[in-house]
């Protein structure tokens, strides 16, 4: 059947590269790789994807053919862990977690009480995923409800996949930034009635961290779990030692940092726990149990100090731990999650682990997406999917380009290390979301259109 140009059809043409399944389980054929391939997508949905020699007759009059060969068509990077509010704090000096966030970022956090800042803030951000090719996240705004309208504003004229939700914070903090148990709890539940399930977002309660939250603001963010199907949970969890110390403190009938989380009900399948860095073996029984996913965070956890995550004991056969990939921009230190790929390969090895790149890219596309629930819309390119998809141009890097002639293009797991290795934003060459081109590099010959 011939696509005609009254479904808004769109065909890509290059290699195209995308997971079909977890390469831990099913090895190489979980990805799949078709060297001139076409993707066609309609309505904003992936329509057909195969050759280009087969498919090309598919193409009906009009329909807007991108030739990006000699590029690679990815699934659009989905990001599980990240920080808007803090695009300013990026390589901001701290001697520790606690120490960065009372000096550098609870300030850059209070200036969102001003919505033209959240709204600016809001858009760079956007802008700044799409420009590295990341086109769904799970975001945190600030503890005011102005930084979560901005944001979920901005994303829905984008089209963007964004978790997000309004942090909870009633100690420990400024008290500029500070709620309360009931004020975080009403909030929330408005913001919750204003945003979640409206395009393609989606409320995520998110109490920022044991440290700041009292016993009464977790039991109110485990009320507003229990109180409305589907919400997400996103909140931090083991990520440096003095960090733990503290909660030690705070909640002394706890037996570890999970336990506080678990006794208000914050466990389950649909919440993210950020870095799970230093975890014991009764916690990381805990978070299988209850399906949980670990958020690994692996340049700020280098910038920051954290700690090495071990990737191999979270995933330890006998109790898996469900996995994710996040930049938490800004302990973060790269938008990319191409850096980010690599920087838990290295992470791995230092800790003498081996870390597969055909793993380290499902991560950061299907594996994410199932880590959200979202498999079926987003992570991959498989026909019925929202067509939220990525082009990268090797060449744009002449060091990456130079590496390929080496003939690493051939066998995928040394591409996909290359890219990861020598890639970042500046060989994105295009990001579509839903289908519409929202970011295009200087060249490239898309035409972007303004959301
Ligand atoms: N723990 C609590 N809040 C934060 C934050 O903003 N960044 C990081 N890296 N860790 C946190
Ligand atoms: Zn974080």
Same mark, same amino acid.
């Given at each position: ?8 059809c769109?065909? #890509? ?61 990815l699934?659009?990077f ?96 400024p ?8 004020s ?6 408005? /913001? ?18 044991? *440290?700041?939250s009292?016993?009464?603001? @977790? ?10 199907a ?10 440096q030692?003095s ?37 014991g ?19 700020s956890?280098s ?10 004991? #979270? ?5 898996? *731990? ?37 793993g380290?890219?499902?991560?950061a ?8 629930? #979202? ?5 991959? @390119?498989?026909?019925?999917s ?5 082009? @990268?141009?090797p060449?744009?890097? $002449? ?22 290795? /020598? ?12 289908g519409? $081109? ?14």
């Open positions: 059947m011939k696509r005609a140009a009254s479904h808004r769109t065909a #890509l043409r290059g290699r195209i590269l995308h997971a079909l399944g977890d390469p831990a389980e099913e090895g190489t054929a979980a990805i799949e790789d078709i060297a001139d391939g076409l993707l066609l997508i309609e309505d904003g949905r992936i329509a057909a994807l195969g050759p280009a020699d087969t498919l090309r007759e598919a193409l009906g009059e009009g329909v807007v053919c991108h030739d990006f060969s000699g590029r690679l068509i699934p659009g989905i990001d599980a862990h990240v920080h808007y509010p803090q695009t300013r704090v990026v390589a901001a000096h701290g001697i520790d977690l606690l120490d960065w966030l009372a000096r550098h970022t609870f300030p850059a956090e209070a200036a969102f009480a001003d919505p033209e800042h959240a709204r600016s803030s809001a858009r760079f951000f956007l802008d700044e995923l799409l420009r590295n090719g990341t086109t769904g996240a799970a975001v945190y705004c600030t503890i005011h409800p102005g930084s979560v309208d901005a944001l979920c504003e901005e994303a829905l004229a984008r089209g963007m996949r964004i978790v997000t939700g309004k942090v909870m914070m009633d100690r420990n903090a008290p500029d930034l500070r709620d309360d148990a009931e975080g709890y009403r909030e929330s539940k408005a /913001l919750i009635a204003r945003w979640h399930g409206r395009g393609r977002l989606a409320y995520a309660v998110t109490p920022r961290f044991a *440290v700041t009292s016993e009464a603001q @977790l039991e109110a963010a485990g009320a507003l779990l229990r109180e409305h589907g919400l997400y949970l996103q909140t931090h969890l083991a990520e030692r960090e733990i110390a503290t909660v030690g403190r705070l909640f002394p009938w706890a037996e570890s940092y999970t336990a506080v989380y678990d006794r208000f009900g914050l466990l389950g399948p649909r919440s993210l726990f950020g870095h799970c860095i230093h975890l073996e009764a916690e990381l029984r805990r978070l299988w149990e209850t399906a949980s996913v670990a958020a690994l965070c692996p340049t956890n910038f920051l100090g954290s700690g090495l995550v071990d990737l191999e004991a #979270l995933r330890d056969r006998r109790r898996p *731990v469900r996995t994710a990939l996040a930049t938490d921009i800004g302990g973060g230190t790269s938008y990319s999650m191409l850096q980010t790929m690599a920087e838990l390969y290295k992470v791995t090895r230092l800790r003498g682990g081996n870390a597969d790149p055909a380290l890219f499902y991560m596309t299907l594996g994410n997406a199932r880590a959200l629930g #979202l498999e079926g819309e987003i992570g991959n @390119l498989t026909p019925g929202i067509a939220d998809v990525v082009v @990268l141009d060449r744009r890097r $002449p060091a990456l380009a130079h590496r390929l002639e080496a003939g690493a293009a051939e066998a995928v797991s040394e591409l996909l290390l290359a890219l990861a290795i /020598l890639g970042d934003e500046r060989i994105v060459e295009a990001t579509f979301v839903a519409r $081109p929202l970011y295009a590099c200087p060249g490239s010959g898309v035409s972007v259109v303004q959301p």
